[in-house]
């Protein structure tokens, strides 16, 4: 505690405790930094063109057409779908237009995929030589934000010895 002496150590006695009064003030005041939580939407546009944005959760996202209040179509056009994003009911923060889909990545999404691979050959029959496809698919539900290099490859087609018995 300060004891009436020389005067530097009363200066410093006050500097410290008005540095302690702003540094509580500076804290009690100021908003505290926040964590949000945020998450990736992927938006598919008319063009095939795919966009992602991050957002932070409590954000609003709405899909309609992008002119409010209007019909269908405009001087013979489509209306173009929007993607809008709000931060409060009347904050809007963006508008995507020539949007065809949209997804929250969150969300697993699996696409089927067949692969099918064709080889020509000839098959003889009663001395009777005949050209001819064989084909062979494979049927796979594919997860479309995995990495393509994971992507399984084609079966391999049975040689002609092991199709025909022959070389």
Do not use: C
Not at 13 to 24: G, M, S, T
């Amino acid at each position: 505690m300060f004891q009436h002496g020389s005067g530097g150590d009363h200066k410093k006695y006050l500097e410290i405790l008005l540095d302690k009064i702003i540094r509580q003030m500076y804290s009690e005041n100021m908003p505290k930094p926040e964590t949000k939580e945020t998450r990736t939407l992927l938006i598919t546009k008319t063009d095939g063109e795919e966009i992602q944005i991050d957002i932070p959760s409590t954000y609003k996202v709405t899909f309609g057409p992008a002119f409010v209040g209007k019909k269908d179509e405009i001087g013979g056009k489509q209306v173009p779908m929007a993607l809008r994003v709000y931060e409060s009911d009347k904050m809007q923060l963006a508008i995507f237009t020539n949007v065809s889909s949209f997804r929250d990545i969150a969300i697993p999404m699996r696409i089927k995929k067949i692969n099918t691979q064709t080889k020509q050959g000839i098959m003889e029959a009663d001395g009777v030589k005949k050209a001819t496809t064989f084909q062979v698919s494979t049927t796979e539900w594919l997860n479309p934000d995995a990495d393509p290099q994971n992507e399984k490859k084609l079966l391999p087609m049975p040689t002609d010895q092991e199709m025909f018995g022959k070389d």
